[in-house]
């Protein structure tokens, strides 16, 4: 299309950001609703994969996000004693990096210049009050009382997305999947200049991920009854009692864990929308339509190629349904099979029972895994 849409994306997270960055770039009107009071992200920091980096290069900003995060190339495994059992380099998707641990709030502040400086317009501590789509376009209000009429409304508006309640009700809640994850962010030692993973028969794994040359985050995933939560006077002591077993580098770090404040716990569940994710002029991406756990490190990297493919498939057709199809056909595929491994990995690094089709997944690995998902999306 070369007729510049109004478009309005739902949620300024990773995903929104970049699309309203790769939208208003190509000229297009974006608006972005925004629940919170400022773009600054809460928790700790997540990995770049080198497809994820492929998206940041295409949006103009993998400088930026290199020079504040970490870059590294290889994973290292180890048993739960802390003897490294392999090391594996990881792969490049073209020139792209390979990976890059980087903190939330400076990916989040990222992103919210790079989308400013494109043109989008972000609008803070507002949600959808209402949506109308009568076909050729989206009448919208906010409950700031702003809004307006849209060519196309983007809901990156993540696992609890309010859009697709509107979409579907309550048909796709977000499913708890047994286990919750624990990061706690810490000074980075030197000798962790890449993500140390260690697993073994503990039924659990730990890992530490670099995100900059000053800081590092300690990981846990357990399974956690789903009313737990950790008590705020104890939750260092707590994941002390969870990670006992460990030694190593992990227990290194362990020892640094002093604070019950400094632990970030989260539950981890996930969404499959199985009806299109895309209902007249409105559009489920990222966790809102597809959210997966954490063990491939694939969930943002997704939202970001959503994003990407999202913009490219509107330049590509010659109006907005067709654009919404032909990126659903590109896009479900790959963020379903990244979900479905994601998930078979948890239950096997946690001694849960597989099913048949996850055990032809695991076959591929994570390390077959992360060289499938640097070719082209």
């Known amino acids: 299309m070369t007729t510049p849409l109004r478009v309005l994306v739902h949620g300024g997270g990773i995903g929104g950001l970049t699309l309203a960055t790769a939208l208003a770039r190509r000229g297009h009107h974006v608006d972005v609703a925004e629940l919170r009071d400022e773009l600054e992200a809460l928790g700790v920091g997540i990995i770049q994969p080198s497809n994820a980096l492929h998206v940041m290069r295409e949006i103009g900003v993998l400088d930026e996000c290199l020079a504040v995060g970490f870059e590294w190339e290889v994973l290292t495994i180890c048993d739960p004693a802390g003897t490294t059992l392999a090391q594996i380099p990881q792969p490049r998707m073209g020139d792209a990096p390979s990976n890059n641990g980087i903190p939330r709030p400076a990916l989040a502040r990222v992103l919210a210049a790079a989308a400013t400086s494109a043109g989008a317009e972000v609008r803070f501590g507002t949600t959808i009050a209402s949506v109308a789509d009568d076909g050729t376009g989206v009448d919208v209000t906010l409950t700031d009382g702003h809004g307006g009429r849209y060519d196309l409304v983007v809901g990156f508006d993540g696992i609890g997305s309010p859009l697709r309640r509107h979409l579907y009700g309550d048909a796709y809640a977000p499913e708890y999947t047994g286990f919750a994850n624990w990061r706690v962010t810490l000074p980075r030692s030197p000798e962790v200049k890449g993500v140390v993973m260690s697993a073994g028969n503990l039924k659990a794994k730990a890992l530490l991920t670099p995100i900059s040359e000053e800081l590092m985050y300690l990981g846990s995933v ?32 362990l020892a640094q864990v002093t604070d019950p404040a400094a632990v970030v716990y989260s539950r981890i569940s996930q969404v499959t929308v199985e009806e299109p994710w895309h209902v007249g002029r409105v559009v489920l991406a990222g966790d809102a ?8 490190a694939q969930g943002a990297a997704m939202a970001v190629e959503d994003a990407l493919v999202l913009a490219e498939s509107l330049d590509a057709a010659s109006d907005v349904p067709a654009a919404l199809t032909a990126w659903e056909a590109r896009r479900r595929p790959r963020a379903m099979w990244v979900q479905s491994l994601s998930r078979a990995v948890l239950k096997q690094e946690t001694g849960t029972p597989t099913t048949p089709e996850e055990d032809e997944l695991l076959k591929i690995g994570i390390p077959g895994a992360a060289h499938v998902l640097v070719k082209p999306y």
Not at 289 to 296: K, V
């Open 222 to 253: 357990f399974a956690e009854a789903e009313d737990f939560r950790p008590d705020p006077d104890r939750a260092h002591e707590q994941l002390h009692e969870r990670l006992a077993g460990f030694g190593g580098p992990i227990a290194e770090a």
């Open 289 to 296: 339509a597809h959210a997966s756990t954490p063990h491939l």
